[in-house]
C-alpha cells in the first residue's frame, strides 16, 4: 500500500512539472512576442499616430441625481468644456451623451446655446476691438467662454408613449415649453440679461 502511494506522488509530481515547465515556456513565448510587437509600435509609433483616429464617446447618466440646480449647472457646464477641450484637439472626435428629466439643464443648455449665438453675433457685426471685447468680457461674466455650445453640434430627444423623437429648435436652442417654461427664476433673468446685452451692444451697433 506504502508503494503504490509513494508511486501515486511521483506521478503527480512528475505531472506538475510537466504543468509549470509547458506554462513557464509558454510565458517566455510569449513575453517574446510581446517584446516584439511593442518593439513593432514603437518603431511605427508616429505613423500609427497620424493615420489613427480616436474617438471618445462619453455617457452621463441622471447627472441631476440628488443635486440642487446650481450644481447640476456646474456639473453640465464642465461636462460642455471637456467636451469642447476635446474638439478642439483634432486627432480625438468626441460625443457627450447626457439622459435627462431635468428642466433645469434644458434650460442650462439654452443659456449656452444663446451665448454661442451671441458671441458669433458680436464677432460678426463689431469691428472696433475695444467694444467687441466689451461686450465679449460681459458675455462671459454671464456664461463661461469654455463651455459655449454652437446650436448646430446638438441635439435633444424626448420620449412620448413609447417613441423617440427629436426636439424642435429655434436657432439651434431646444423650445419645448413643458420642459423650459418652468418659472426657472435665475435663468430667465439670465437669459434676459443676454438679449439685453446682445440688444444694446451689437444690435444697435452701425457696421
Same mark, same amino acid.
Not at 478642439?88 to 428629466?101: A, G, P, S
Not at 440688444?199 to 457696421?207: G, H, L, M, P, V
Given at each position: ?11 503527480? @509530481? ?23 510587437? @511593442? ?36 456639473? @453640465? ?10 474638439y ?14 431635468s ?43 469654455k ?30 415649453d ?15 440679461s ?14
Open positions: 500500500m506504502q508503494s503504490n502511494i509513494i508511486k501515486s506522488t511521483n506521478v503527480d @509530481l512528475d505531472f506538475k512539472n510537466k504543468i509549470i515547465s509547458l506554462m513557464t515556456e509558454t510565458v517566455k513565448n510569449h513575453n517574446k512576442l510581446a517584446t516584439l510587437h @511593442l518593439e513593432r509600435e514603437h518603431l511605427e509609433d508616429e505613423e500609427k499616430q497620424k493615420s489613427l483616429d480616436y474617438r471618445l464617446i462619453n455617457i452621463v447618466e441622471e447627472p441631476e441625481q440628488n443635486l440642487f440646480p446650481t450644481s447640476q449647472q456646474i456639473i @453640465l457646464y464642465k461636462l460642455i468644456e471637456f467636451a469642447n477641450e476635446m478642439e484637439n483634432k486627432d480625438i472626435d468626441n460625443e457627450l451623451i447626457i439622459t435627462t428629466h428642466p433645469y439643464l434644458l434650460s442650462y443648455i439654452t443659456l449656452l446655446v444663446k451665448g454661442s449665438n451671441t458671441q458669433e453675433l458680436a464677432k460678426t457685426k463689431l469691428k472696433n476691438n475695444s467694444q467687441l471685447n466689451s461686450v465679449l468680457h460681459k458675455l462671459y461674466k454671464l456664461v463661461p467662454e463651455s459655449l455650445l454652437r446650436g448646430s453640434d446638438l441635439a435633444i430627444y424626448y420620449t412620448n408613449d413609447g417613441e423617440i423623437s427629436l426636439l424642435d429648435n429655434y436657432e439651434g436652442m431646444p423650445t419645448d413643458n420642459a423650459l417654461n418652468s418659472a426657472l427664476e435665475e435663468t430667465n433673468t439670465l437669459y434676459t443676454l438679449l439685453r446685452l446682445q440688444s444694446r451692444s451689437i444690435d444697435n451697433t452701425r457696421e
